[in-house]
């Protein structure tokens, strides 16, 4: 461990856990293995022995401590995503900014407090692209007895509100994940060799287990019609757009086998993954772990209740289709009809038509709405229990666009359920903005600077965390920050491809949005002045989608000393360089304490 490390002097109290407070202890033995998680052998990786790892369970202000043994080939950290790390920055496993990588056979402690946080969270390996290669997980924080919860907003049938509570006891949760052909490396390995995005997958992982399905070239076209550009591209067999000059020379040219690509499609017929439950209401977590492609979910036969995002309880909202930007995660609970029902992530504003199925085997109290009966169920004989079956209704076409008039909510369509006056900034000048456009500077660079800077690979001796004294490049948003300065940030986006924007550290607040237009002023305050229109009851989340040719403004308060890194979260993009790092309050930054 790290007990040859001295135990330095902290300038501010950091945190560690008080005699009192509840540390819950994790070992991850991670491994490399061959796995077929999709029905094709390829190199992977494990966390004792499983793809994605254990669940991390804990309760509001519990400590985790979780001992990463790296017996892989490879060096990793490990990121908590959605902890804040509240008095302990070192354990936010980002390489070269908050630790330097766990070298194999060595390993590594993460000690922090689920401080004031509840709810859903994940973990995944923050180095390269290992994270798709299985080192990720869930992370569920029981929320404290205390804590108002937005239940009542659904129903106020005493019976009912018991089962969702007691559906949240023990929640399930679905994590999709984009599966290549290759492991990563060697999918970023052809990515450099090639100069081209690894935009073709193989299938989706729900759960780490996917099948590959081929679909047939009339139904690519039919769905390429439904857009109303005239461009019409051709596709591969597995639903990749191809033309003579690649889509905008950002995927495959005829006939190049780069980076994720694997035609032609030849099935396979691996056991999808299968969820059972025996309650009327179940409480789901969904997370899109996948390191490449915006996801759209939805549960045939069901409409959801959205009632927290990114780990945060919002107004409950109903709806059929929930659209995840990778790295989102949404809480829902759902009135559970009889039967077997396929639940389906589907590739959407991408340039693949794809999806992944799982099954849910429901078998609430209650028999209204059974299903047994369609083509491939992979259960039999449920129609004794039931007397009559339907076929249940499917909301979403192969593109992810809704089958008819259905609902479909992105995370950003929410407002949080607590009021928090302490985040109740008003519409008060921030102390600090930063101006950021997201760009692709070249076919595999992407920066977030108006002058193009990438982020480099920071793979010098001390992390940054350590080396504060060091002159950076322009790529560190260092602007003074003082604690509980008002930091807004604004994300324009000049680029054909919509980029999944992640701050460590925070949730922020979306205050400002537009799926169509850049933010053209200086900042908030000269925009307000000019008749601009900010959210009202702002959104509360720690990833934004902006969409190509449109804007985010976020805002947070610095209230958490340390470096923080913003970063597309399609891991291509971010190891292309987009990235940028926040130095927040860094008279506050308390020194590490090392665990002995
Ligand atoms: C976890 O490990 C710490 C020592 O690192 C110990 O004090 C604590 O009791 C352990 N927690 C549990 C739940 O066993
Ligand atoms: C991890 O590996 C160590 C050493 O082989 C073993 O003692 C321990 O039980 C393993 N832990 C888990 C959770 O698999
Ligand atoms: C439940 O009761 C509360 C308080 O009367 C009310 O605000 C809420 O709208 C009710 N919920 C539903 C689903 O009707
Ligand atoms: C795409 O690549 C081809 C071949 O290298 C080149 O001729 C063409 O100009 C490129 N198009 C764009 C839009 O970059
Ligand atoms: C319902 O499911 C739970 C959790 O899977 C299980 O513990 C329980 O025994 C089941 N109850 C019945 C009546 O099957
Ligand atoms: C869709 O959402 C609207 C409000 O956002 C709601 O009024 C309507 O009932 C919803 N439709 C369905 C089918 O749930
Ligand atoms: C985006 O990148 C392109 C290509 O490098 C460059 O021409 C353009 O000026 C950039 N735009 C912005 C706003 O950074
Ligand atoms: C960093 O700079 C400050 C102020 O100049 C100084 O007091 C401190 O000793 C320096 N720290 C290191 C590690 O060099
Ligand atoms: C930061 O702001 C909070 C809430 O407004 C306030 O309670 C606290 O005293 C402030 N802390 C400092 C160090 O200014
Ligand atoms: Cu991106």
């Not at 979306?510 to 009851?537: C, M, P, T």
């Amino acid at each position: 461990m790290n007990w040859l490390l001295i135990l330095m002097v902290a300038v501010v109290v950091a945190s560690s856990p008080g005699v009192d407070e509840v540390i819950r202890n994790y070992t991850f033995n991670l491994t490399h293995s061959f796995v077929n998680p999709d029905g094709k052998y390829k190199s992977g990786f494990l966390i004792n022995g499983m793809a994605p790892g254990p669940t991390i369970e804990g309760d509001e202000n519990d400590w985790i401590q979780v001992t990463v043994n790296n017996h892989l080939p490879v060096a990793i950290t490990m990121h908590f995503h959605g902890i804040m790390q509240r008095g302990t920055p070192w354990a936010d496993g980002v390489p070269g900014i908050t630790q330097n990588p766990i070298p194999p056979e060595d390993c590594f402690t993460y000690l922090f407090q689920l401080k004031d946080q509840y709810g859903f969270a994940w973990y995944h390996a923050h180095h390269r692209g290992y994270s798709t290669d299985g080192l990720y997980g869930a992370m569920n924080i029981k929320p404290k007895i205390g804590r108002d919860r937005p239940y009542r907003k659904i129903t106020n049938n005493t019976r009912e509100l018991e089962i969702i509570k007691r559906a949240e006891e023990s929640p399930l949760t679905l994590i999709a994940d984009d599966s290549f052909k290759w492991n990563m490396d060697v999918v970023m390995a052809r990515m450099f060799d090639y100069g081209i995005d690894p935009l073709c997958s193989q299938s989706i992982l729900i759960n780490g287990r996917g099948r590959v399905v081929c679909h047939g070239n009339e139904i690519f076209n039919r769905l390429s019609a439904k857009k109303s550009s005239s461009y019409r591209p051709t596709f591969d067999s597995m639903g990749c757009m191809r033309a003579e000059n690649g889509y905008d020379n950002a995927t495959d040219y005829f006939g190049l086998e780069v980076p994720g690509y694997s035609p032609p499609c030849t099935p396979t017929f691996t056991d999808p993954y299968k969820m059972e439950s025996n309650s009327s209401w179940i409480y789901l977590n969904v997370l899109n772990g996948g390191g490449q492609y915006t996801k759209a979910f939805s549960i045939d036969g069901h409409s959801m209740y959205v009632i927290s995002v990114d780990g945060i309880f919002v107004d409950p909202i109903e709806t059929h289709i929930l659209m995840l930007p990778v790295g989102s995660r949404i809480t829902v609970v759902v009135k559970a009809k009889m039967g077997v029902f396929p639940m389906r992530f589907t590739l959407t504003k991408s340039p693949q038509y794809s999806e992944g199925v799982a099954y849910w085997h429901s078998k609430p109290e209650s028999k209204e709405g059974t299903n047994c009966d369609y083509e491939g169920s992979p259960y039999q004989g449920c129609q004794e229990n039931g007397g009559f079956s339907i076929i249940p209704t499917k909301y979403q076409d192969l593109d992810g666009s809704p089958l008819g008039e259905y609902n479909f909510s992105w995370p950003i369509d929410t407002k949080p359920f607590e009021k928090n006056a302490k985040y109740n900034l008003g519409m008060r000048q921030a102390d600090h903005t930063f101006d950021l456009y997201l760009n692709r500077t070249g076919m595999i660079t992407f920066s977030m600077f108006k002058d193009g800077t990438l982020l480099p690979k920071m793979n010098m001796k001390t992390p940054l965390l350590q080396s504060l004294n060091e002159t950076f490049g322009n790529w560190a948003l260092r602007d003074d920050i003082h604690y509980n300065d008002t930091v807004d940030i604004i994300l324009n986006n000049n680029n054909m491809m919509g980029h999944p924007i992640h701050l460590h550290g925070h949730l922020f607040y979306v205050i400002g949005f537009s799926g169509s237009e850049n933010f053209y002023h200086s900042n908030l305050k000269e925009a307000i002045e000019n008749d601009y229109k900010v959210k009202e009851n702002p959104p509360l989340v720690d990833v934004v989608y902006v969409p190509p040719g449109g804007h985010a403004v976020i805002r947070f308060v610095a209230d958490n000393p340390g470096l923080w890194i913003l970063h597309c979260h399609n891991l291509g993009h971010l190891i292309g360089g987009m990235g940028a790092v926040l130095f927040e309050a860094e008279d506050k930054i308390p020194s590490q304490i090392f665990s002995v």
